[in-house]
């Protein structure tokens, strides 16, 4: 499967964490939930539900270890019957971006942890520098978008 990609730097990183970490699906996005590349994914509204679902959960479970322990959780994993679940922040250039990972008996979370560690020192040197008077990363219709793609999700559409 071919990986797709939104920003070129973000190729070489994520092409080596799938190959490296054996995972079967793996998306690189914003916070925000816009996608910068993804691997395994068949249909473009899968990428961008995963997406808007790893938007929220990371908000939620940000704020929730801010009431639990005084700082956001960085990490989550899910262990399902056949294949699990990693979702970790990345921190680039003083903003959030998140990596989302689905994986099976054919990888391990500590192989994903390590890997990551890695993912997470290519993708700092990859990542473009930050531009005084750049526009944001969001796009002004995101929260629109964000909303359409929910609905679709939830068969609201």
């Known amino acids: ?6 920003a070129g730097w973000v190729e070489t990183p994520l ?19 816009q996608v910068l590349g993804q ?3 068949a249909r473009s509204i899968d990428v961008m539900t995963a997406c808007a679902l790893a938007s929220a959960i990371h908000a ?9 322990e005084g700082r956001p ?8 019957r056949d294949r699990q679940i990693f979702l970790g ?5 003083g903003n959030a971006l998140l990596l989302l990972a689905v994986f099976d008996r054919e990888s391990s979370l500590g192989l994903v942890q390590l890997f ?3 993912f997470k020192a290519r993708v700092a040197a990859a990542a473009p520098g930050t531009v005084t008077g750049q526009p944001p990363a969001i796009a002004e219709d995101f929260e629109r978008e964000l ?3 929910l609905a679709q999700l939830f068969g609201r559409a």
């Open 1 to 6: 499967m071919k990986i797709s990609v939104a």
């Open 15 to 33: 092409k080596q964490f799938v190959d490296d970490a054996r995972v079967e699906i793996a998306v690189l996005l914003h916070a925000t939930g």
């Open 39 to 41: 691997y395994g994914f």
């Open 60 to 68: 939620s479970s940000s704020e929730l270890g801010r009431q639990l």
């Open 73 to 80: 959780f960085s990490a989550l994993h899910y262990t399902g």
């Open 89 to 93: 922040a990345i921190p680039s250039q």
């Open 116 to 118: 990551l560690e890695e």
């Open 147 to 149: 909303n359409r793609n």
